[in-house]
């Protein structure tokens, strides 16, 4: 069973960037897709952005087309999300999912980003 474990989260100001890595344990992320997730203060968890396996499309929500940038490293058995142009609004914690078919079964802890005005 594969391990998700998330990190770079951090204190970032208006306008800056982060880039988020999930790296799994225990077996590869082969025939896994994989997502971001973020869930902010007394909201819902909302998707953010995922890469398929079979076909390799990378997907993103409204909000973060044009700004972020998710990517998978096969050999480092890591997924990035790079975070550019950042705002008050994205700060949540953010999670990576791992699962078939995007059916997310698999979730990290989670990794905090916080962004200031």
């Known amino acids: 069973q594969v391990q998700l474990v998330e990190s770079g989260g951090g204190l970032v100001q208006d306008g800056g960037s982060l880039r988020l890595s999930c790296t799994a344990s225990?077996?590869?992320?082969?025939?896994?897709?994989v997502g971001w997730f973020r869930q902010a203060p007394g909201k819902e968890r909302e998707f953010v952005a995922a890469?398929?396996?079979?076909?390799?499309?990378?997907l993103y929500s409204n909000s973060a087309k044009g700004r972020f940038a998710i990517s998978r490293d096969n050999v480092k058995n890591t997924v990035y999300l790079q975070m550019n142009s950042l705002k008050p609004e994205d700060t949540a914690v953010y999670y990576c999912?791992?699962?078939?078919?995007?059916?997310?079964?698999?979730w990290g802890p989670g990794t905090q980003v916080t962004v200031s005005s």
């Open positions: 999912a791992a699962g078939i078919n995007r059916r997310y079964d698999i």
């Open positions: 225990g077996r590869t992320f082969d025939g896994y897709d």
């Open positions: 890469t398929t396996w079979t076909v390799g499309n990378k």
